[in-house]
């Protein structure tokens, strides 16, 4: 047989065809449009009907998928009786600080019956991320998953292309009204009337009510293929363990930003984190529970419910329809359990977190080598007294508890005419008076210095009570155009032991070390990774530890730092990071949008009364 040659011109037509081939034009960017109609609907759970704040009618709401480099137009309209605004997490929002979507920090709140158009861009993030509302506990209710994939498709993923790509939602399901659970909370009163957790939705098996069995949530897989779920914690307590019996995840992402693949049978993942995992559907063809198992601190901290859920992963043939049919397995067919870590363990998610680092991509920035600025913050519980200067405290009802960063608790801004970004944007010289708030500077270090760390101070008592007086007011640091900032997260034994899940809202962070124990520059400092830091945009303060992140404050606008525990959010576990205007326009902040919704300052004295008298009834019955 002979062989065929290629005359040289051939060769060379050959080769300039594969280069274009490998240069293909990407497809011309796309703008995405959704509307998400918010409104109330009843949903029927454990035989209880519950008025619900939802999305398009729909728990979890509508998936919004992107392609990197599209923009994004989201047409809210405002049917619940409830102000709503809608944060697109992780989103970097650059030069576009005003659809960030938080109340009255970045936009006054979109008023019942009124409608705002969001706009913004994917540009240079892929994975997933996703949306949520960002006024009261709405968010339980109102949340749903933001996808962004590659511009060259599935084959520029730095992993093989997945069989199919599933959204995995774990949150909460409650059956009280969400607004007046974030009362209670912003009153210090810590409930604990979660009434089941929930996975994309479902509660799964382990909950029933007078012998029904709830829903559980089912994932079909064949055998042999590779699936990428893009897990999601959209709940307001918890960080959670996920495991499938029988399987095991590869993890290649988390917080849209690639990690170098890590191999695990556990992954834990806290309130506002994001882990894309890959899993192979390689085991014994039948059915196999995934289970998402909340973590909580031991005690003498404060127990919660035991939270708990369970879906089904269950193998389905690639063969024809009326074979399936017969060789799936039966429902009768009782799943394989995975052995779950304990609830109370606190070090397995440590290790996870510890063990993820950057994947480098050609868009990989570098780390900065040095930081201008440098922040050692203390996040713990405090007091404040109900009325006067002096109280009693450790739990009594003539204080109230609140949560702080370094010593100070946010106290959101009410009765304004101005969100802060406008007051920011217009007022400058005079940006407390034209917001109506009292803005505190956030310090370098906190107030008070102890042992943070010292498991005495978790029970109430004369020597914990020594360390409960703080303040309130709106805890600011500003940062010129371009600083690098690193910033060391103390978690405390104040009243409390438990991690604290960190999101900054415009910015990435390079997670540089963890560590348990009080931080100390002398010993840590040496073990920052300045190689290939993993990349998020919520970190991980691990349980009586440290966490020291570095960023660049090179997006200008009005920035959200606050913890993704709905608790600690709401008793006031939030600071405000003004990033200022670059040299240039095109490294400033532009004008708000001509819809960008206006405060009303009659409305607002209206809500902040009714918010008053809820606070008093609750007073009122905490003390009967």
């Known amino acids: 047989m002979k062989s065929r040659q290629m005359s040289f011109p051939m060769v060379i037509a050959s080769f300039f065809f594969f280069v274009l081939s490998a240069m293909a034009v990407p497809a011309a960017a796309a703008v995405v449009e959704h509307t998400f109609v918010v409104s109330q609907v009843w949903m029927t759970h454990l035989c209880k009907e519950t008025l619900v704040t939802v999305v398009n009618g729909q728990f979890p709401g509508p998936a919004i998928e992107v392609t990197e480099g599209d923009s994004v137009a989201v047409h809210v309209v405002n049917k619940s009786p409830h102000n709503i605004t809608i944060h697109w997490h992780g989103v970097k929002q650059r030069l576009n600080c005003w659809a960030d979507g938080v109340p009255m920090v970045t936009q006054c709140p979109i008023r019942p019956g009124q409608s705002f158009n969001y706009r913004f861009d994917v540009t240079g993030q892929e994975g997933t991320l996703w949306w949520h509302a960002h006024v009261s506990c709405l968010r339980a209710s109102v949340h749903g998953a933001l996808i962004i994939r590659p511009r060259h498709g599935a084959r520029s993923y730095p992993f093989p292309k997945p069989h199919k790509e599933v959204p995995i939602i774990i949150g909460d399901w409650w059956d009280m009204d969400l607004d007046q659970l974030d009362r209670n909370m912003m009153d210090g009163y810590f409930a604990d009337s979660q009434t089941a957790t929930t996975i994309n939705g479902k509660l799964g098996d382990l909950y029933n009510c007078s012998g029904a069995v709830e829903d559980s949530y089912v994932l079909d897989m064949e055998p042999g293929r590779t699936y990428l779920l893009r897990l999601i914690n959209a709940g307001l307590y918890s960080e959670y363990y996920l495991k499938i019996a029988g399987h095991k995840f590869t993890v290649v992402a988390s917080d849209a930003n690639y990690v170098n693949p890590y191999t695990t049978d556990t992954i834990a993942i806290a309130p506002g984190e994001t882990v894309d995992a890959l899993v192979v559907a390689g085991a014994s063809p039948g059915r196999y529970y995934m289970v998402a198992l909340a973590i909580q601190p031991p005690a003498p901290d404060h127990q919660l419910p035991f939270a708990i859920t369970r879906g089904i992963v269950q193998y389905r043939s690639n063969s024809s329809a009326e074979e399936e049919e017969e060789e799936s397995p039966s429902g009768d067919v009782i799943p394989v359990v995975p052995d779950m870590p304990d609830q109370h363990d606190n070090f397995t998610t440590f290790y996870f977190h510890g063990n993820l680092t950057s994947l480098h991509q050609p ?102 009570a020594r360390l409960e007086p703080t303040e309130r007011g709106v805890p600011v640091r500003r940062f010129r155009h371009g600083a690098v900032v690193d910033v060391v997260f103390q978690s405390t034994s104040v009243m409390q032991s438990g991690s604290n899940p960190m999101h900054l809202h415009g910015h990435d962070m390079f997670v540089l070390a963890q560590g348990i124990g009080d931080y100390d520059a002398a010993r840590d400092v040496a073990r920052y990774n300045l190689v290939d830091p993993q990349v998020k945009n919520t970190v991980l303060v691990p349980r009586l530890g440290w966490v020291a992140i570095r960023f660049v404050a090179d997006n200008p606008g009005v920035w959200y730092m606050h913890c993704h525990f709905e608790y600690h959010m709401s008793m006031g576990m939030v600071a405000v990071f003004i990033v200022e205007d670059g040299s240039s326009p095109d490294i400033s902040l532009p004008p708000p949008p001509a819809d960008y919704p206006k405060c009303d300052p009659a409305e607002q004295l209206d809500d902040q009364q009714q918010k008053g008298q809820s606070l008093a009834q609750a007073n009122l019955a905490n003390i009967m």
């Open 363 to 464: 868009r990989s920035l570098p780390v900065p080598a040095f930081a201008d600025e440098h922040m050692f913050i203390t996040l713990s519980l405090g007091s404040i007294c109900r009325r006067g200067e002096s109280c009693e405290r450790s739990g009594s009802n003539e204080s109230i508890i609140v949560a702080t960063m370094n010593d100070i608790a946010f106290q959101p801004p009410t009765a304004v005419t101005a969100s802060l970004l406008e007051a920011h944007y217009y007022h400058r010289n005079d940006m407390a008076a034209a917001a109506g708030v009292e803005l505190r500077t956030l310090p370098d270090t906190p107030l008070k210095v102890f042992n943070y760390t010292d498991s005495d101070f978790i029970s109430w008592g004369p020597k914990e």
